[in-house]
């Protein structure tokens, strides 16, 4: 069946470091992968996504993700966390037709300051 | 733009009682979706519309009604609640249903049912 992955509950990091959330995947063929983010209290907003071509793709608030097909993998990362990233993330694939999005089960994160 | 609004942001129901949640979006988007979000299961598809009058099963359809009379509307009705859909509702739209449009949620609705 095809799936997303997310195997981290919850991240804590230190205000300033770097962060990475891992995302995995298992579709048949090459996914539509998304990532999220929710704000406590918060519908949800897309951070960035990966159809084809570059697999390193740019997204807002300095979020960047790569898309590693041997890894099976599509992990968020981002070069210095602000204390207002603190939220929780969403991975998500494409399902086939009508845009059928499947999520993982989201990893929390922490800023510590 | 309002983006999509959902109503009641808020609500509590008996076992057995009925109600509708309210989704609209005035983005003139064919496809609209309704979530809910469970803790530790993230979100998942209850039902889909891919246009007005057209609408599907998701991955829990199971105690949910839905109907598209309108393009911007995509109302959910739970006909008779049960404690198992106590959850957070998050209705979402975009431009079509073709791969890759992106989704725009809205706020979300917090049901408990006691």
């Known amino acids: ?113 | 733009n309002a983006g999509v609004t959902q109503t009641p942001k808020f609500q509590v129901l008996k076992t057995g009682q009925s109600m509708t949640l309210q989704c609209a979006q005035d983005m003139n988007h064919e496809y609209m979706s309704w979530y809910r979000q469970d803790p530790g299961m993230g979100l998942r598809l209850i039902h889909y519309s891919v246009g007005a009058g057209i609408t599907d099963q998701g991955e829990v359809p199971n105690g949910y009604n839905v109907s598209r009379s309108t393009t911007e509307d995509f109302p959910l009705r739970l006909l008779s609640a049960a404690p198992s859909q106590t959850s957070v509702y998050f209705c979402a739209s975009s431009y079509s249903a073709l791969l890759g449009n992106e989704q725009f949620f809205g706020p979300g609705t917090r049901l408990t049912v006691l």
């Open chain 1, 1 to 113: 069946a095809q799936s997303v992955t997310q195997p981290d509950i919850h991240i804590t990091v230190s205000e300033g470091a770097s962060l990475e959330l891992r995302c995995n995947y298992s579709y048949g063929a090459t996914p539509y992968l998304f990532w999220y983010v929710q704000s406590p209290g918060q519908g949800l907003q897309l951070l960035l996504k990966y159809f084809s071509g570059d697999t390193l793709v740019q997204g807002i608030k300095g979020f960047e993700a790569e898309f590693k097909r041997s890894q099976s993998s599509f992990n968020l990362r981002k070069p210095s966390v602000h204390w207002s990233d603190a939220a929780e993330y969403f991975c998500a694939g494409l399902t086939g037709t009508a845009s059928k999005l499947t999520f993982g089960t989201g990893t929390r994160l922490q800023v510590t300051l």
